[in-house]
């Protein structure tokens, strides 16, 4: 069975400085990889995906991910960080009966 | 473009009541799903489809029914509300059930508390 972990239930980062949200997978035969956002009250939007190919995933709102195979991690990135991007931030990997979410991380953008 | 719309938005039960929880998506996707949303554990799928007519059984599906009759709708019934079932429930939906690398919409959900 597919499992996602986040190892990190908040991250702070001020404002104009870089962010990373962690994360890393277990699954058997190769990963489909995405990453989620939800603001308060709301649904989850999808950011960007991981299939296959680069390694350096581009995804909205100026994110990206990168995807390590050795080390089996999908960190998602970005390089200057907008308090707008206070969020909760999912990783999920699909299988065929759905997605397997991990926890989820809350980014807290401080200006 | 609705997306994926999700009615009730908040609902309160007392115990032992049901209720149905309406999901409709306007994209023609195949995929539809339900998950629950409870703090610290993330999204756990309840039931999904990959098409009318078929369902299937999610993570963690006792205490809940589904029927897709249409590609449309994918209603969540809850035939006995217990306390344990007060969480945030959304619907998601994609293109295609087999193509792992179709994302996910997401309706807006809803909030159920069970007393």
């Known amino acids: 069975a597919q499992s996602v972990a986040q190892p990190e239930d908040q991250v702070n980062v001020a404002e104009g400085n870089p962010l990373t949200v962690k994360c890393t997978y277990s699954?058997?035969?190769?990963?489909?990889l995405f990453w989620y956002v939800q603001y308060p009250n709301r649904g989850l939007q999808f950011l960007l995906k991981?299939?296959?190919?680069?390694?350096l995933v581009k995804g909205s709102y100026g994110f990206e991910a990168e995807f390590n195979k050795s080390q089996t991690s999908f960190h998602l990135k970005k390089p200057s960080a907008l308090v707008s991007d206070s969020a909760l931030y999912f990783c999920a990997v699909r299988a065929l009966l759905g997605l397997t979410f991990g926890k989820g991380t809350h980014l807290i953008i401080q200006p | 473009n609705a997306g994926v719309t999700q009615t009730p938005k908040f609902q309160v039960l007392k115990t032992g009541q049901s209720m149905t929880l309406q999901c409709a998506q306007d994209?023609?996707?195949?995929?539809m799903s339900w998950y629950r949303q409870d703090p610290g554990m993330g999204l756990r799928l309840i039931h999904y489809s990959v098409g009318a007519g078929i369902t299937d059984q999610g993570e963690v599906p006792n205490g809940y029914n589904v029927s897709r009759s249409t590609t449309e709708d994918f209603p969540l019934r809850l035939l006995s509300a217990a306390p344990s079932q007060t969480s945030v429930y959304f619907c998601?939906?994609?293109?295609?059930?087999?193509?792992?690398?179709?994302?996910?919409?997401f309706g807006n959900g809803t909030r159920l508390t069970v007393t």
């Open positions: 994209m023609n996707h195949e995929y």
């Open positions: 699954v058997s035969g190769n990963p489909y």
């Open positions: 998601a939906s994609s293109y295609s059930g087999t193509e792992r690398n179709s994302p996910l919409h």
């Open positions: 991981y299939i296959t190919g680069d390694n």
